[in-house]
């Protein structure tokens, strides 16, 4: 039997991009879309240049948004997840692990090394630990009491 659970770890593995909400420290609003790689279903990784608008935003306010979904969906057919998380830089631990995941989704011609993503190098990995999942429920899907689209939070089973 399939659960609305099950579209968490299908759009995480569908999609390469991620739209990421952050605020900087007074509270202003940024969103950027990052390529990622999905470690499971509660953790995101990315590069980012640590003086991107939105890794500065991070390193003042760690709490962020994540939505994934297919822009290019027709209307009335989109799926989405929605993520609220943690996220900052992953450091020197699993640093290793991390690269190979996000090489994994990458072509071959666009593989990162570790010099690109340590010191001196001009990217970091960065990582969302995600504690609470959310997906989006079409207004008028029949196994809920809904008119209007709207979010439904999800754990796993």
Known sequence: ????????????????????????????????PVFYA?????RLLWVSAPGSRHSRNI??????AITIFDSHAPIGGAEALYLEATAGPLGDR?????????????????????????????????QAEVTQHFVLIRGGDTRFDNV????????PP
Do not use: S
């Open 1 to 32: 039997m399939i659960t609305v659970w099950d579209t968490v770890p299908r759009l995480l593995a569908e999609h390469h991009y991620l739209v990421l909400g952050t605020a900087d420290a007074e509270g202003r609003p940024w969103v950027t």
């Open 38 to 42: 999905a470690d499971g279903t509660r």
């Open 59 to 64: 390193a003042a306010r760690p709490a962020v």
């Open 94 to 126: 699993g640093r290793t692990a991390a690269l190979a995941l996000l090489n994994a989704r990458l072509p071959r011609d666009r593989r990162l090394r570790p010099g690109t993503v340590e010191p001196p190098g001009p990217l970091r990995i960065y």
């Open 148 to 155: 209007t689209d709207t979010r439904l939070a999800v754990a």
